[in-house]
């Protein structure tokens, strides 16, 4: 066969290979030259986005400009650093080793015959990629036929900022520990210290006693730690947390400070570079003293009000433009929905950002319009009123607030006092709802539910934020609200996943914790000698290793938002337990009705038995590898 057919069959192969395959085994040993590979999702529940649903259909990109000279007379070579990771132990048991020689050359042919980094994208990339992802996510199903009211946050909900106010956030808050909190003068001058867009994730957590920044899975087992910018040995982490990776509830609320909204990745990054100066030049330092400093820097740094101000004052530096935002809320409104704006940033802030993304008469599409709400306790204290602004001072006014107004904005307040200002009754929306899960089984009036509600409690809310902790939890749990999260980083994350270092790195995952599995079937259930022993360890270092691989594919020292290693991380796992639906922005609304019907996906699977899958539809390696090309299938 040709060196162009070889590349053209390879790109058929390996994405036969890796479109929807999420669980591999090695077949019997009665056959060991066969290798099947089962259409599934994995059963350790390893492949997928964290809530054990299959990854995006991948495709593998053929490179325009290939060399023939790349090409060896085996296909193609495999890169170099990438040679050692693919070679499996032996065992002196002929079963164990046809497994390892079995799955050893399936890892080789699988990695032989693909263009490996053909087509990666940096981190930035990625993000520009990703906010072509419209797509809205269901956790449960949701008619938005039945919502009358939709409520949104601001920051980083109906505004979406560059990473340059990460960077001012940043270096404001440096100044301060400098200014005020008097730490040395190089770290303002000498020490380069910036923002880094590619060290912190979302849904990261400090532990205030040894200023490490976790990532914690959904079980809140402490899955990858750094001090500063450098790893924490799994052995250390393992002495510190009584060997066990994790700490009791009450030590994790004493001990733990949550990193959870977009805004506390330029925190994540402070407190990492502050305790890296210090070990760097040896200066001798309370890590709870830092994080405590760093804090508060931060949070004096938002009240201040000084970067609102900036970016108030220049909305095209750190907004991104939002072309369909407007649709998206003009869609609701002509459907009769209700509009409410809940944010915790500042009136007069709010109001430069809406006239920059809305236009002057902003404020009479909204039903109510609430800034500095002090969200959570927006949700929990019952005993804060609200205040009018005045629109000709930008004051409050001190006179008691009765309704709320069209065209008026508010400050302060909770959810009782919402519960009585605004009108909850008639709608203007469809008078028939159905119940879930798409059966038309009543009107609702047949149970003596009425069209529209008669307090906060009974409205049928949509909530939209970004921040899980701050805008949706209690909104979900002590209200029932539905709600959706903005998470960008399911586009990105999307974006990268597609690539094909990702794809192979997962695959090659794959195929090493089946044939981990196999092994030990073929050890039986007799104690293990040494060199059992030895493979195991051997096997799970270079599952590690692959790990590591995909995690700096990711871009960042902790990997997916979604992941933390091989299990769903605890960002995920409040993701599916308090929001409804998810999309990487309020845009992605703009591709769906007002009276959309989302349902969840079928393989929203919870146990390990769920995802199993059975072996009816499989295919054998060998066959092909061995089987005859058609040139007009590959276009050539």
């Known amino acids: ?44 529940g390893y492949g997928g986005n964290g809530f054990g649903k299959p990854l995006a259909t991948t495709s593998l990109k053929m490179s325009s400009s290939l060399d023939p000279t790349t090409i060896s007379s085996e296909g193609l070579r495999i890169e170099s650093n990438i040679t050692k990771l693919l070679q499996l132990p032996r065992h002196s048991k002929e079963n164990v080793n046809e497994v390892l020689i079995e799955a050893e050359k399936v890892l080789q042919a699988l990695h032989q015959y693909s263009l490996i980094s053909q087509d990666s994208l940096s981190l930035q990339d990625a993000k520009k990629a990703g906010r072509a992802h419209e797509k809205v996510y269901a ?21 979406t900022y560059t990473e340059e106010l990460l960077d001012l956030i940043y270096d404001m808050a440096l100044k ?50 750094w001090e500063g910018r450098e790893k924490v040995p799994t052995p250390k982490i393992y002495a510190e947390y009584r060997g066990k990776r994790g700490m009791t509830p009450s030590e994790r609320k004493r001990r733990l400070k949550p990193l959870n909204d977009l805004f506390s990745m330029s925190e994540c990054c402070l407190i990492a570079d502050t ?133 008026s904005m508010y400050t302060g307040g909770c959810i009782q006092e919402l519960t009585k200002l605004i009108d909850w009754s008639d709608p203007a929306i469809t008078p028939v709802s159905y119940e879930s899960n798409g059966d038309v089984l009543a009107e609702r009036s047949e149970f003596g539910i009425k069209s529209g509600a008669v307090d906060v409690a009974t409205a049928n809310v949509l909530y939209i934020g970004d921040s899980l902790f701050a805008d949706l939890v209690d909104a979900k749990r002590e209200f029932s609200w ?54 195991l360890d051997g096997l799970e270092k270079l599952v590690s290793k692959w790990r590591d691989r995909e995690t700096r594919i990711l871009g960042n020292p902790f990997g997916s ?76």
């Not at 000498?190 to 923002?195: D, F, H, I, P, Q």
Request: charged share 25%; net charge neutral.
């Open 1 to 44: 066969m040709s060196w162009v057919k070889r590349a053209a069959f390879a790109a058929v192969l390996v994405n036969q290979l890796t479109t929807t395959v999420f669980g591999w085994s090695i077949q019997h040993p009665a056959k060991p030259r066969h290798v099947r590979a089962f259409y599934a999702t994995n059963g350790n």
């Open 275 to 407: 305790v890296q100066f210090f070990k760097d030049r040896n200066i001798p330092y309370h890590a709870q003293n830092v994080i405590t400093d760093v804090l508060a820097a931060i949070r004096e740094t938002h009240i201040s009000g000084d970067f609102h101000r900036l970016v108030a004052e220049n909305p095209d530096r750190y907004f991104e433009p939002q072309p369909h935002l407007k649709q998206v809320v003009q869609n609701f409104k002509d459907a009769g929905k209700r509009l409410i704006f809940v944010s915790n940033s500042p009136f007069w802030y709010v109001d430069a950002g809406m006239r920059h993304l809305f236009g002057t008469n902003w404020r009479m599409d909204w039903d109510a319009i609430i800034t500095s709400a002090g969200k959570p306790s927006f949700y929990k204290d019952d005993s804060r009123p609200f205040r009018e602004i005045c629109q000709e001072t930008r004051r409050p006014l001190f006179k008691r607030v009765e309704r709320f107004e069209k065209g």
């Open 176 to 225: 301060r520990l400098v200014t005020d909190k008097q730490y040395p003068v190089e770290m303002l001058h000498t020490a380069g210290l910036r923002y880094d867009p590619q060290f912190s994730i979302r849904g990261l957590a400090v532990d205030t006693k040894t200023g490490w920044i976790c990532h914690l899975s959904y079980t809140h087992k402490v899955a990858v730690a």
């Open 561 to 636: 938002v979604f992941r933390a290693r091989y299990q769903p991380s605890l960002f995920a796992h409040s993701l599916r337990r308090y929001c409804d639906l998810y999309m990487p922005s309020v845009s992605s609304l703009r591709n769906y009705s007002p009276q959309h019907r989302f349902y969840p996906e079928q393989h929203h699977k919870l146990l390990s038995h769920e995802m199993q899958s059975a072996p009816d539809d499989c295919w054998d390696l060998d066959e092909v590898l061995g089987c005859a090309v058609d040139d007009d299938a590959l276009g050539i």
């Open 482 to 535: 539905t709600t959706a999260a903005v998470t960008p980083e399911v586009g990105y994350e999307l974006e990268i996943q597609s690539q094909t270092d990702f794809t192979l790195a997962q695959r090659t995952l794959d195929l090493l914790l089946n044939a981990l599995r196999r092994v030990q079937e073929e050890l039986g259930t007799s104690m293990r000698t040494q060199e059992d022993l030895q493979i």
């Open 139 to 159: 956790n449960n199903y949701v008619d938005l036929g039945k919502v009358d009211t939709v409520g949104f946050d601001f920051d980083y909900t109906l505004v």
